[in-house]
């Protein structure tokens, strides 16, 4: 059964970084999209990083050129180094992962695995 687990998040600064984890057990490697999604109060949720099947990385305009996603396939591990942070960043953000979701990586339905999110809160 695979089972995701983010850790990472915290309280930061506007301006600040934090990096995020998801550590993926019960597969050795996804086969399909590998993606950040974040949700925050009363709003939809949104895809903001993903790596591709083929290996690129794609981002939301939102964070892109301040957000880096990456991963360390012999750790199992998804990052997501988040810079600049500004305070509409705050939410919950979750990883997912779906062999079978090989488009659309960045749109959550066709995602079975998911974690059970880490908080981030961007304030001064």
């Known amino acids: 059964q695979v089972q995701l687990m983010e850790s990472g998040g915290g309280s930061v600064q506007p301006g600040g970084s934090l990096r995020l984890s998801c550590v993926a057990s019960?597969?050795?490697?996804?086969?399909?999209?590998m993606t950040w999604f974040r949700q925050a109060p009363g709003m939809e949720r949104e895809g903001v990083a993903a790596?591709?099947?083929?290996?690129?990385?794609v981002y939301s305009d939102r964070v892109k050129g301040r957000f880096s996603i990456s991963q360390d396939n012999a750790k199992n591990t998804l990052y997501l180094q988040m810079d600049s942070l500004k305070p509409e960043d705050t939410a919950m953000y979750y990883c997912?992962?779906?062999?079978?979701?090989?488009?659309?990586?960045?749109?959550?339905?066709?995602?079975?695995?998911w974690g059970q999110g880490t908080q981030v809160t961007v304030s001064s």
């Open positions: 997912a992962t779906d062999p079978g979701k090989i488009f659309a990586c960045l749109s959550s339905p066709g995602f079975r695995y």
């Open positions: 019960g597969y050795t490697r996804s086969s399909g999209c």
């Open positions: 790596i591709r099947r083929d290996g690129v990385a």
